[in-house]
């Protein structure tokens, strides 16, 4: 029952971002333009001659695609949303994997680019969600292929990686090749992609793809939820990115503080500044991944004995883990049952839950999952509350929901929330202050802040060595290309951050 209407436009030498909510079709779309799918044409009762397929879509940029794929010419390579399912399909080292499909014998030029000669030999059992990421991308590039499809690649990847593949990604468009990107990191899609479709419609009736634009008018008009050039409105109202400003003038209310804190665990040894979290406040944390911050957290928690340094109280906690479970069976509802009981409206309705009820865990997409998850955290009796990268598998508009609701749920309930999350825009948008982690991954890590949402942020991009600047028709966050005359002006005032 689910029609698809027109497809993405993959320009040979570019690389186009697909943006659009999720369950809209872009799988669908993927699998047409692999060949795994020939379109019907909406009567799905003949079976389609490809010629009327190609004259469908005569006189766009399509139908050249079209024609190459008729003839064979395109190889697709795809790199899927969830990573974390690899290791249930492969067993043996990461070296192993890429050897299979090292076609061209550029596997050692590869890991070397995307960061991967340090775990080579491990097995891929045993490596983290960020370097699955990189492995499966790495996988995706040494086949041999002339179409290249990225599913969500940054999930689960700090920032700085996230800098690293979109520069990567990008440098793969060339005469020969074409690649396509699905992202829900605004800031990271805009940065890596030439061009854009937007894709819009009704999750599991139909989904239908816009012409190709300018990636920057292109998200400026999927925010706006207006098509210009269609004459379309697909949303009933436009998002808006304003940072937050805490207009409050109550004295804020100290929930837990720390005087030079440290802890050795292994060959990582992790210390803090000065700092205290207040009551009723989101602090955004921002940091590489492998740097300390799940640590940190355990040290609040009283999980970890301190080695040293001051800490003035425990404090309750609960926890939302990076890596979700995929495997349980148990029904949405029983798994939700405090939610359920003490915020129907607050989280369930909220969050779209109750259609999920009579669904297990296991068969969740990973966007669903995380939204359960999400409310089977902020149920807890807690005072603390940790959310390890929950933007990850949402699309742009459930991140702003699932924002917003994070911001009521600290405010109404004055408990305090830690966000540790890579998608700057996400952070930007529900942060009072921010903490900063720096030093290096997986040997030291030094906790700075909680600092304004200014400083903070000015602290980290100078770490990063990019500056942002405000769009000035949507207001959202943008990165300045390396040394253009903003960059530059921004760096000299010492004005890394837009404000």
């Not at 004459?231 to 720390?258: C, G, H, M, Q, Y």
Request: net charge negative.
């Amino acid at each position: 029952m689910f029609e698809l209407y027109s497809l993405p436009t993959p320009l040979f030498g570019k690389v186009t971002g697909i943006l659009g909510k999720n369950g809209i079709g872009k799988s669908t779309a993927m699998k047409v333009m692999a060949n795994l799918l020939i379109p019907n044409l909406g009567d799905w009762k003949k079976e389609t001659d490809f010629k009327d397929v190609i004259n469908y879509f005569k006189g766009t940029e399509t139908q050249k695609f079209m024609e190459k794929l008729g003839k064979n010419e395109i190889n697709l390579s795809y790199k899927p949303q969830q990573v974390d399912l690899i290791p249930k399909q492969f067993s043996g080292t990461v070296r192993d994997l890429l050897k299979k499909v090292d076609v061209k014998d550029r596997m050692n030029l590869i890991a070397e680019k995307l960061q991967l000669t340090d775990f080579l030999d491990n097995d891929v059992s045993k490596i983290s969600g960020g370097e699955l990421q990189r492995v499966a991308i790495a996988a995706a590039v040494l086949k041999d292929a002339n179409l290249f499809l990225f599913d969500e690649p940054t999930s689960y990847l700090d920032i700085k990686q996230r800098i690293n593949i979109s520069k990567f990604i990008a440098s793969l468009a060339n005469e020969q090749t074409s690649t396509l990107v699905i992202e829900h990191d605004l800031i990271i899609l805009d940065y890596m992609t030439d061009l854009l479709n937007i894709m819009y419609g009704h999750e599991g009736a139909f989904g239908i793809v816009s012409g190709v634009k300018t990636t920057r008018e292109g998200i400026n008009s999927f925010l706006e939820g207006f098509l210009k050039e269609e004459n379309v409105r697909f949303r009933s109202r436009a998002i808006r990115f304003e940072t937050f400003k805490d207009i409050s003038t109550a004295i804020p209310i100290p929930l837990i503080s720390w005087k030079n804190l440290s802890k050795t665990l292994g060959n990582f040894n992790f210390k803090t500044e000065e700092g205290t979290l207040h009551k009723g406040e989101v602090v955004g944390i921002l940091g590489e991944n492998g740097i300390g911050k799940t640590t940190f957290i355990k040290m609040l928690a009283g999980v970890h004995k301190l080695d040293a340094g001051e800490l003035d109280a425990e404090v309750s906690v609960a926890y939302k883990p990076q890596y979700l479970d995929t495997e349980s069976q148990i029904l949405v509802v029983e798994y939700l049952h405090e939610a359920i009981a003490k915020y129907s409206v607050q989280l369930i309705n909220y969050l779209d839950l109750e259609k999920l009820f009579t669904q297990k865990l296991c068969d969740l997409s990973g966007g669903e999952l995380q939204r359960v998850s999400i409310a089977k955290c902020l149920a807890e009796d807690a005072q603390l509350f940790l959310l390890d990268e929950p933007s990850a598998y949402l699309d742009i508009e459930q991140r702003l929901i699932v924002s917003k609701l994070i911001k009521n749920v600290a405010n109404e309930r004055e408990i305090t929330i830690l966000i540790v999350d890579h998608d700057l825009m996400f952070l930007d948008n529900l942060s009072h202050r921010l903490a900063v982690f720096t030093g290096v991954p997986a040997k030291e890590g030094l906790l700075r802040g909680p600092f304004s949402l200014e400083e903070g942020m000015n602290l980290f991009l100078q770490e990063l060595g990019i500056t942002l600047r405000r769009d000035v028709t949507s207001h959202r966050p943008r990165i300045n290309k390396p040394n253009s005359v903003k960059d530059r002006e921004q760096k000299e005032k010492g004005n890394w951050y837009y404000n």
